[in-house]
């Protein structure tokens, strides 16, 4: 049987097997301490037995829970995909000395600056070619530039040769993450596991490269990084895993979020209209000539708005998994040692209680509302809190502002699919026309 015909059939029996306890939760109480009527009950997802949490702030709970209490949980394809040590999967001191390193790195102003303008010159170049009336493919474009953006922040690597070939084997890897795990040739599980050691074999090369010329001063990119931890924790094979599996956003959450950007935005013409205006008056610095700055792009609080509000909708990772790895009390409820639990943000970004209106693209409520309270959680939280979030909103601002001063669009039919990860089906094609400077600087 073809692998996308099994998951269509797993993912079908897991969709109705959860409606179900949705429904039945009302009725019945969470075992063995009673949940009562509420937003925390049973399910059964991946083979587990697994407590789905809608409520904020068991959610906060789980996520702000050491690894001695819970542990992420992950298919089993997954797990073997991302490789033993992964972020992902590991746990207590290693996984903070991981995470603190990458989020230093990617939060260093330094890094910042060249993205900014390696994007900006990236975009100029894609954008010059695109014609009037032409058909462009956001969803697409959006990977193609984030992927040659980010490789060359994780490894060094610039356009060419190599940078395809990874490109291609990467897209064949991501291809297998939510798969049946059986490695036999021609399934796309197997298939996922022999992109990702093609893959790893160039990057363990650029690695041995580095250590010979490595002079342990500056940290060009996340390779270098690494190599400078100097803990003696950091084996080759933990930094492969990592580096390879931090080009997880660059072909996925990264794209989507511009993507689903472009969609709301090209169904709400008022917030449009109001980007627009607040991206216009920032292209007037750049037209009289100052380099744009990566704190310009963040300090635009609308865009900004933009963004936390299509995270909200979006829900590009609707939720996360977590196992007991002993008993855990929450809030009157009880979660039994190996049972998982599933923090389901998308229910909570959707909550009608906490969010007015809450199906509605409305960037303006982001205007008094905390990004950071528990009831938005796009970035997950806790000791696993994404270390990614300053480098996704400056790459979707810098995206943003170039094509809403740059062009007008008119959106082709399209619809958002959620299954088995947030995309948009026909890959989000929009018909541009450049606009004319003059307007722009009238
Ligand atoms: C729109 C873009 C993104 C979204 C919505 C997103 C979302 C998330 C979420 C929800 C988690 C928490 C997972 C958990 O608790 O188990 C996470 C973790 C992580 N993210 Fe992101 N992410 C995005 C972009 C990025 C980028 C650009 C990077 C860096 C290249 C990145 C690197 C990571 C890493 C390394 C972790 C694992 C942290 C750990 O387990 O310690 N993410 N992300």
Redesign the pocket.
């Known amino acids: 049987m073809d692998d996308s015909l099994i998951i269509y059939v797993v993912a079908s029996m897991v969709t109705v097997m959860a409606i179900s306890c949705w429904r039945r939760r009302c009725q019945k109480s969470l075992a063995p301490v009673p949940s009562g009527y509420g937003k925390v009950f049973k399910s059964h997802l991946f083979g587990k037995p697994t407590i789905v949490s809608t409520d904020p702030e068991v959610s906060k709970f789980i996520?702000q829970s050491v690894s001695e209490d819970f542990v992420?949980f992950f298919p089993g394809s997954l797990t073997e995909l991302v490789g033993k040590s992964s972020?992902?999967v590991i746990n207590g001191s290693l996984?903070?000395r991981?995470?603190g390193l990458?989020g230093s790195f990617?939060k260093s102003p330094i890094l910042k600056a060249h993205i900014t303008a390696d994007m900006q010159r990236d975009l100029q170049e894609i954008m010059a070619s695109w014609r009037d009336d032409q058909i462009v493919y956001i969803q697409e474009e959006a990977k193609y530039m984030v992927f040659q953006i980010?490789v060359k922040?994780?490894i060094g690597l610039g356009p060419g040769e190599h940078l395809q070939f990874l490109r291609h084997q990467y897209q064949k890897f991501v291809a297998g993450i939510i798969s049946i795990p059986v490695k036999i040739p021609g399934t796309r599980f197997y298939r996922s596991l022999q992109a990702k050691k093609r893959m790893m074999k160039l990057v363990k090369y650029i690695i041995q490269e580095k250590k010979k010329n490595n002079t342990g001063c500056i940290s060009r990119d996340i390779i270098d990084a690494f190599l400078n931890d100097g803990s003696g924790q950091l084996t080759d094979d933990l930094i492969l895993d990592?580096v390879i599996?931090?080009?997880?956003?660059?072909e996925d959450?990264?794209p989507?979020?511009i993507t689903l950007a472009i969609k709301y935005l090209s169904d709400c013409p008022l917030v449009l209209q109001k980007l627009k205006e607040e991206n216009t008056k920032l292209k007037h610095k750049s037209l009289e000539g100052e380099d744009l700055q990566w704190m310009d792009y963040m300090s635009l609080s609308f865009t900004q708005n933009v963004i936390s509000e299509t995270?909200r909708m979006g829900n590009?990772?609707p939720a996360?998994?977590?196992k007991a790895i002993k008993d855990v009390e929450v809030k009157d409820h009880f979660i039994p040692e190996g049972w998982c639990v599933l923090p389901y943000?998308r229910s909570v970004h959707l909550d009608k209680e906490i969010y007015d209106d809450a199906y509605k693209f409305n960037p303006w409520r982001w205007k008094d509302k905390d990004t950071a309270a528990s009831s938005f959680?796009?970035?997950?939280?806790?000791?696993?809190?994404?270390?990614?979030?300053d480098?996704?909103r400056l790459?979707?601002s810098i995206f943003l502002h170039h094509l809403v001063t740059g062009f007008t669009w008119v959106a082709e039919e399209d619809h958002m699919v959620n299954f088995p990860t947030v995309r948009m089906q026909r890959n989000m094609p929009i018909k541009v026309k450049r606009k004319n400077i003059d307007i722009l600087l009238s």
């Open positions: 996520l992420p972020i992902l996984q903070r991981v995470h990458i990617f980010m922040t994780l990592n599996d931090l080009m997880i956003p660059a959450s990264v989507v979020l995270l590009i990772i996360v998994m977590r943000f959680t796009p970035f997950g939280g806790g000791q696993r809190l994404c270390p990614g979030i480098l996704s790459i979707a």
